[in-house]
């Protein structure tokens, strides 16, 4: 079998996001393998702010509680404003790939500093842009990554969420179409 490096699921609303979220942690999956990456689309709605208390971000807006929650359970947050899709929030390990791309001027044709932190975790370039039309069209990324059977457990119990779309990606995959 194929080594699996990620599981990554498009959700079409932030409730549906919310819902694999919790059944992941009710499956005993490490919440430390867990992003989330959603756009803040709706800063115009309510007053929005979002500061750093320590090791947490604290978010303001229409979608609060649900990204305070992914700030309680995941490890790292982020808030990025990318050219081409906005303001744009993140949770979970993917902020450092998101970072190290910025950081080391990492530039992959055509894709965003989201794209080239996905790309950079060994996420085909095809399926990055599929992934930031995602994020264009208001949608959310769930992302796991982890061992094969930490990646195959984690897309069994995402596939009973009812995601939009799911897919894995293997590392020796990822490896042969770079």
């Known amino acids: 079998m194929t080594e ?7 959700y079409d609303t932030h409730e549906g996001a919310e819902a694999a979220v919790k059944e992941l942690q009710r499956a005993g999956v490490d919440m430390r393998s867990l992003s989330i990456i959603g756009r803040d ?14 090791d947490r971000m604290k978010f303001w807006g229409k979608a609060g509680a649900m990204w305070g929650g992914f700030w309680g359970l995941l ?3 982020a808030f990025f404003a990318i050219p081409g899709i906005g303001p744009v929030l993140v949770a979970g390990p993917v902020v450092a790939w998101i970072i190290g ?7 992959v044709g055509g894709v965003s500093a989201i794209g080239a932190g996905l790309y950079g975790m060994g996420i085909p370039k095809d399926s ?13 990324l769930l992302l796991v990554s ?20 799911v897919a894995v990606h293997a590392a020796e995959l990822a490896a042969a179409s770079r």
């Open 146 to 165: 982890g061992s094969a059977n930490d990646v195959e457990k984690a897309r069994d119990v995402i596939e009973k969420t009812r995601p939009a779309n």
């Open 101 to 107: 791309a910025l950081e080391g001027a990492v530039v």
């Open 128 to 140: 990055v842009v599929n992934y930031e039309t995602a994020l264009k069209t208001d949608k959310f």
């Open 41 to 54: 689309t709706h800063t115009d709605e309510q007053v929005v702010g979002y500061y750093n208390n320590g």
């Open 75 to 77: 490890f790292g947050s």
């Open 4 to 10: 699996r490096n990620a599981v990554v699921a498009v």
